[in-house]
């Protein structure tokens, strides 16, 4: 009789599940997030002064260019590793390639011989408010993206944090694009990386706790 109570109280306590959307409907949602948040940072936040000159440079392209695909890949990943055994293995470092060849653009443009003086300049407090902004931007853009993540099971959970970090963070770098007014590699490697650990960190103990 116990028994019987005990199936029955679990009966009546069990949600019901919610389907998992194709994983291309997940990306198309989170580059509607992209276009929204980095439009409305372009309309609230002052632009770059010189956002006129970097227009006519080819690694400002390139690199915006990698971001973007770089957030593609990453949401795709992050919600293909909810849905167990659906990802084939040969796609699932594909957003850490991109971020990889992202990188080596970055560090390509690094003032060797000016580099210390650089590094100290970028020591200066101030010059790192875009850091807590593309954390910010990160933590929202998670909002909407939330709901459907939460339908899944994550069984690689570093995976999936790296996965998730490169997605919303890229949304916060893309938005600095065209706000921050330091280009150099030195300060994007020093002021606009970190938030990506930052977020990574926040996001494997947020789905660690909720036991996804």
């Known amino acids: 009789m116990k028994t019987e109570k005990l199936i029955n109280n679990l009966v009546n306590d069990l949600s019901p599940s919610r389907p998992m959307i194709p994983a291309r409907y997940f990306t198309s949602i989170y580059f509607a997030t992209l276009v929204c948040l980095v439009g409305i940072s372009y309309i609230l936040l002052p ?8 227009i006519n440079m ?4 390139s690199e915006n260019l990698l971001w973007l695909f770089t957030g593609l890949a990453s ?10 055994g659906s990802f084939k293995e040969k796609y699932i470092h594909l957003d850490k390639i991109i971020f990889g060849l992202l990188t080596i653009s970055i560090i ?24 807590p902004i593309i954390t910010i931007i990160g933590l929202i853009a998670l909002i909407p ?3 459907y993540l939460k339908r899944g099971l994550v069984t690689n959970k570093i995976l999936f944090s790296l996965s998730l970090a ?9 938005a600095m694009q065209v706000i921050c007014a330091h280009e150099t590699s ?9 938030p990506l650990i930052i977020l990574g960190t926040f996001i494997f103990y947020k789905f660690s706790k909720n036991n996804m």
């Not at 490169?166 to 893309?174: H, Y």
């Open 108 to 131: 390509a443009r690094l003032p060797i011989q000016e580099i210390w003086s650089h590094i100290m300049l970028e020591t200066q407090l101030w010059r790192g408010w875009c850091g």
């Open 166 to 174: 490169l997605a919303i963070g890229s949304i916060g770098t893309l």
């Open 186 to 194: 030195v300060h994007i490697l020093m002021w606009h990386y970190p």
């Open 47 to 54: 632009t770059r002064e010189n956002l006129d000159e970097l």
């Open 145 to 147: 993206l939330n709901k």
């Open 75 to 84: 949401a795709y990943t992050s919600y293909k590793l909810i849905r167990p």
């Open 58 to 61: 080819s690694f400002f392209h």
